[in-house]
């Protein structure tokens, strides 16, 4: 396979996009999000001219199941390709089968290190110009020696690449510590995002989060309330209080729903932080106790919650009743 680097071109943003939502049709619900991955990802990074995706899934079962739609783009499905967990695929150029266009990696939402791994390798080149720019000039010596032997070229690269990503891992989590855990009643410019993430992630339509969100905006009673953990302009995680999470229990009240971490966020302390700062601000406006219905066995009890007992959701299915009382000395 001939390696060929080229310079930085922003036309391969375009057809990170117009790639994205062809992998995003074909995944349907599986799919919870497509990322822009790779040398190609990183404005003014040279690069091979091929685009790499990572598209996040539910679970792989559910992208297996989509097997053929992904085969009937032109993708080449290989399995895992010697990464666990993985689903590989590839798309060449219909006459020359040797022209590399596109390539997944399918991972699902519980791959946490190697999506992580992923994104924080992109952001980092993105906003560390040297390591870029080492990088760049690195493959541009590796593609003059090495042409035809692409074998030859990924080793060359191996060293650096593992710095990198550790460097990358290491700089993601540190930063992770200073996301601001936001209320929406303070940020109502951001409830049309927050309402439109919650939706892609729990199928709830995004009207009725908005609904809601608007609700806490108003500020006529404690309940609802809405937070977001935001990273620039992505939310890595979000949750709710509400009256009832639809369950049987109606004096089991308020409850905290819609708790997510985004994969690369998770084990990084964040749902930690998200909970407390709910659970204290919950404190400041007058509410005692908190309930959480969930289907984790053990998660919330190290985050300081106790086991209440089990409850039937509005669809007959037995989940885990968790309550925490409220910190003390936080009374506005």
Known sequence: MHVRVEPYSPAWAAQFKAEAARVARAL?????????????????????????MMPVVRDLASADARRESLEALGYEWCGELGIPGRRYLRRSSPSD??????????????SVDDIRRHLAVRDY???????????GALKGRLARRFPED???????????VQHLQHDAVAW??????SLPVIALRD???????AAEWFSSIWGVATEDYRTSMRA?????????????VCDNRRIAAGAGVIDNDFHERRDLAPNVCAVYVQPEYRRLGVARRLLDAVCHDMARRGVPHL??????????????WQFVGMVRDDDGELGRMYARRMPDGCAE
């Open 125 to 135: 080149l993105r906003t560390h110009a040297d390591a870029a720019r080492a990088y």
């Open 28 to 52: 349907g619900d599986a799919l919870l999000e497509v990322h822009h991955i790779g040398s190609t990802s990183v404005p003014g990074l040279a690069a091979k001219p091929v685009i790499d």
């Open 172 to 177: 993601m989590a540190g930063r992770v510590q």
């Open 187 to 193: 940020r109502p410019d951001l409830i049309e995002c």
């Open 150 to 160: 692409i074998d030859a070229y990924g080793d060359g690269k191996d060293d650096f």
């Open 291 to 304: 309930y959480l219905l969930t289907d984790h066995d053990s998660f919330y009890e190290r985050l300081g």
């Open 97 to 110: 089968s040797d022209l590399r266009l596109f390539q997944l990696h399918v991972f699902s939402q519980d």
């Open 216 to 228: 806490c905006v108003q500020g006529r009673t404690a309940i609802p309330q809405w937070y977001i």
